[in-house]
């Protein structure tokens, strides 16, 4: 291929100054761009608006993303690039000189051109934009890529070429890219050097056909294998759970490998010979975590599980393959496990009535009474970002109160931690600020000890003692932190929250209820109208457009129940070796303790304590006196 200079395609402008000369008359402005080319690369019309974080950079999380506009934000902003069913419409090749030194850019120039040299040779159609140092180029595809050809033909050229990053196509929910148009980080935006009119062909017509792709993947093949031994090598090395996984704090999940197998359907990574037998094994899981046909079904329409949807795809009619296998293998299942029973843990929360002043065996009325008082002070008592993971760490222990019946909970650091979304490191440290505080909320009534976690009791400080024998009870139910809210930021579940509760009046309104900062109530409710949670605006108040299921389906989307399969299994894990530890040591502790007892028992005799007459009774030498 030629450079566009000397007669070549003029898809790229001059390289390695930071965006394109201001005189260069063919350069299409910003807003043309993107709006000629972002509806083009986005898998779907969504776009996630750039964080600032340490150091300059920016990150794209889930909690920033919105629909898409016509117009570019005045931000950097990223389109996402799969649909929900796992497909892409572009192939997005990100060259990246990550510390803008010469050399790197220089790497970036050479990478660059010989991708664009392979491309052209092959006959694909893309464009290519440039800013700051670093290239993207955008392949646009006649057919969509499934999620897994696009990952891995894109790693595979990621092992030619060194600066290139394959990390936008590395995940169907957080893969995206700065598109044409674009603010950049650094200041200008991203740019193209081709006219106008040769732009709108691009992007309405122009695309690069199948068989460049096949050919694209017989150049790489070298590169694909090592991309799949690698693959299968770390998926050997992750955790996996039992199909079914129950835990404080997350309900019944799948185990992670079943989960990987239903968002990303990379059969062979997982050792299957065949995608029906990844599947099989996907349905099973499914059956045993207590899914009916319309879950999962569900499921595969809306994008939870495009992988399982993938794994359908190749045959003729994917919804029949589907209901047939659904049909066969229900008899299977039922004749395998109807000896089986699911344990179930209740509490009877309709023994009392919960009206007037609760009595001491009220155990759920004193839950709601504490519960109303923290939602009182909470603000006040635990301000600003400091405040956030304690008020949710009470939270959990009242949930969990709830749930067993009792002031007095044993769950244990790492059941908190799945219930909160934080460390079992972070709940430790915090359980023991709580419980040293002077006049506390929660108080250490037993220490751990081998098996047993330690126990914490909800307790109404004696401050605020008079308050809560008038207070008046919060409705709803007792939530910790709610899955989604791992990926929004305990900001917006507070702020979510108080809409719930009936004070989304206004963002003051908000404010005031949450202690939280005029710059974090801002942020939340965009995040929460952004993904359609709430609706409303500052002049006529806020309210919840959303229900538990809309947030337990979005959760789902942001792969929330996966990562905490994965954790599950991790901590079971955890718990096996010290389980293991403490039964090969238990013999020993206890002849310690014997000998302990023993030594004890031989200096009180040494002491002659044990022979020593029992004391006068006082009372005796006084009647004596007295006679």
Known sequence: MLPPEYGGRSAVGKYGEP?????????????????????????????????????????????????????????????????????????ALDFDAKDRTAEQIADVAYDVFQAQAILDQEGAWFLTDHAHGGTHIYVLLAQPLAFLEARELVEAMAQRWPTLDPSPHQSIRRGCITVPGSAHRLGGHRELTISERSLREYTAALRTPARTIRHLRLSLRDEILAV??????????????????????????????????????????????????????????????????????????????????????????????????????????????????????????????????????????????????????????????????????????????????????????????????????????????????????????????????????????????????????????????????EQLGAPAALVYEAIEQGHGSSPATIQLRTGLSRTAVTEALASLDGWHLIAGDAEAGYQLTSTDADLNHLAERFGIIRARARRVATYREQRRRWWAYLDRHLYRLREADLAADAQILELLDEMRLNDLPPPDNPAKHHQAGAA
């Open 19 to 91: 965006g394109v000369s201001a005189h260069t008359p063919m350069t299409p402005s910003a807003d043309l761009c993107w709006s000629l080319t972002a509806p083009v690369i986005a898998g779907q019309p969504r776009m996630r608006v750039a964080m600032r974080q340490r150091g300059g950079r920016v990150s794209y999380p889930a909690r920033t993303e919105r629909d898409l506009t016509a117009t570019p934000p005045s931000q950097p902003a990223a389109v996402r690039l799969y649909s929900d069913d796992g497909y892409c419409r572009i192939l």
């Open 228 to 485: 799949r031994s690698k693959r299968a090598a770390e998926t050997a090395q992750e955790p996996h759970s039992t199909p079914s996984v129950y835990e404080a704090g997350i309900g019944r999940v799948m185990g992670h490998k079943y989960l990987s197998l239903a968002h990303e359907g990379d059969w062979a990574a997982h050792g299957y010979t065949s995608p029906s037998e990844a599947r099989w094994a996907v349905l099973w899981s499914a059956m045993a975590t207590g899914h009916t046909r319309e879950d999962v079904a569900a499921r595969m329409c809306d994008g939870r599980w495009p992988g399982l949807w993938a794994l359908h795809a190749h045959r003729t009619d994917p919804w029949t393959t589907f209901a047939g296998d659904w049909k066969r293998m229900e008899p299977l299942f039922n004749a395998t496990n109807h000896d089986e029973q699911t344990p179930a843990r209740t509490s009877d929360t309709s023994a009392n009535s919960h009206r007037g002043d609760p009595t001491p065996t009220d155990t759920h009325g004193l839950t709601r009474t504490w519960r109303s008082l923290l939602h009182t002070v909470e603000a006040t008592e635990f301000p600003g970002a400091r405040g956030w993971a304690r008020r949710v760490l009470l939270r959990a222990l009242a949930k969990q109160a709830h749930e067993i019946g009792s002031t007095l909970t044993a769950t244990g650091v790492r059941g908190l931690s799945l219930a909160t979304g934080t460390s079992p490191e972070t709940v430790a440290a915090l359980l023991r600020e709580l419980a040293t505080q002077d006049d506390p909320w929660i108080t250490l009534t037993i220490r751990a000890r081998g098996r047993d976690a330690s126990a914490y009791e909800l307790r109404i400080p004696d401050r605020h003692r008079e308050r809560a024998t008038n207070l008046r009870w919060i409705k709803g139910k007792a939530h910790a932190l709610r899955p989604v809210f």
